[in-house]
């Protein structure tokens, strides 16, 4: 009986792992060895391709909890990154105010 739970759980953590993983990139979450708040948004979309082709790869093999786990977190994930994406980056805020004019 455990045994037939090992690949839903491994499948299941390995569906987190890469869905906080990008959350982590995109800056949605504290990155918990920095402690900080990091964005790296090519990576973001990395890790989200990487659950895509998962979700290719795995169609038609998947019990349907699972697959509407992996369905639900790739949403999820390309809500937020199509959020972020338009979002300008801190350092791109900042304008550049023009010195006065010196008479």
């Avoid at 990008?22 to 060895?33: D, F, L």
């Avoid at 369905?71 to 390309?78: G, S, T």
């Amino acid at each position: 009986m455990v045994e037939d739970m090992k690949p839903n759980a491994y499948f299941t953590s390995l569906v987190f792992s890469l869905s906080q993983a990008a959350m982590m990139q995109m800056g949605k979450v504290t990155n918990p060895m920095s402690g900080k708040i990091e964005r790296d948004m090519n990576q973001a979309k990395t890790s989200i391709d990487m659950m895509e082709m998962l979700k290719e790869k795995t169609k038609g093999n998947l019990a349907k909890d699972e697959d509407k786990l992996i369905c639900d977190m790739l949403a999820n994930l390309q809500l937020n990154y199509a959020e972020e994406a338009n979002k300008k980056a801190p350092e791109e805020k900042k304008e550049i105010k023009p010195e006065p004019e010196k008479k």
